[in-house]
């Protein structure tokens, strides 16, 4: 081969090179760049610490989070927006396939056990209910606290969730109304934070959010939740008591004696393995399940500690 021709062929080989390089809109690797992940808002209080010591760990990375519904966060990633969803289920069959055939191998990993819980005004001294009352509440069929709570003078309930589109909605139509139509007098504040908000102003309300909206950051033991509104006790039976009902404590999601609980996955869709797998293997370490375990929740791989509760 002529030097004319070695000089020339090594031209196009670099050419191509990096013509390729230029086509690859991702440049992150396994501890450094940027990226985005889409998180159930449900779930932020958690997943901002969690991204918190990570970016601690790895200076040269940023994770950027996109808080959103569950229905926003798994079509994010379907349209390959982002590699790493936060959600509380895995990917259908259908989804599956829809990304294997675009030459994708998205993975699933169980990140943790959360509960709903059901928050009242302070002022509110009914604080026990049942599986079975607040199904009737949900489906419109009890609209006034005396038709549960004979002793109510509250007036009519003002159920609030934070929006028509989120994970809590689609556990309250599927665990707990269980195919029943959902009430259309159920109220949407758009976020965990106004559901909060509002519980605490509204004596004849029922908040419907994640555990992890309530914890109580200075209890290590995980045995008290924020002051903000008062957490509900709930049983299975068809009439509650003290006895059969269980407020969502760490202890109480872990052995299954509290009722509404559902579980957290990452969602990963990393060819190349680089930081949304970094992140993902995080979480799912023991570092990033020790956040889990502190934040009250039960962590999937991380042992956690019984301590004995009383129910009030």
């Not at 259908?94 to 819980?117: H, Q, V």
Request: hydrophobic content about 40%; aromatic content about 10%; proline content about 4%.
């Amino acid at each position: 081969m002529s030097k004319f021709k070695f000089i020339y062929l090594l031209f196009v080989i670099t050419l191509f090179a990096c013509q390729q390089k230029s086509n690859d809109k991702f440049t992150d690797t396994y501890t450094s760049g940027t990226i985005h992940i889409a998180v159930d808002c449900n779930f932020k209080p958690i997943i901002k610490e969690e991204i918190d010591v990570f970016s601690a760990q790895y200076m040269e990375a940023k994770i950027n989070p996109i808080y959103t519904t569950e229905v926003n966060a798994i079509d994010l990633l379907l349209k390959d927006s982002v590699r790493v969803a936060i959600a509380t289920r895995p990917l259908s069959e259908n989804e599956i396939n829809f990304l294997k055939g675009k030459k994708f191998s998205p993975r699933s990993y169980k990140l943790a056990t959360d509960g709903i819980a059901l928050i009242v005004n302070n002022s509110n001294p009914d604080t026990i209910i049942s599986v079975v009352d607040l199904r009737r509440i949900l489906t419109g069929k009890a609209k006034n606290w005396k038709e549960v709570f004979p002793t109510s003078r509250l007036g009519g309930f003002k159920v609030v969730f934070d929006n028509t589109n989120s994970s809590t909605v689609r556990y309250a139509i599927d665990s707990i109304c269980i195919g029943e139509k959902i009430s259309q007098d159920l109220n949407a504040q758009q976020t965990n934070e106004e559901v909060i908000k509002y519980v605490s102003k509204t004596p004849n309300a029922i908040g419907v959010i994640g555990v992890n909206w309530l914890n109580n950051a200075k209890d290590t033991t995980n045995l008290s939740f924020n002051s903000s509104a008062r957490v509900m006790s709930v049983s299975n039976q068809e009439i509650a008591t003290v006895e059969s009902s269980y407020k969502p404590y760490q202890a109480y999601l872990f052995y299954g004696n509290y009722p509404l609980i559902r579980n957290i996955y990452i969602i990963v869709n990393d060819p190349r393995g680089s930081l949304p797998s970094s992140i993902t293997n995080f979480m799912t370490s023991d570092r990033g399940q020790r956040i889990i375990l502190k934040a009250g929740l039960v962590p999937a791989t991380q042992p956690i500690r019984i301590v004995n509760v009383n129910n009030e």
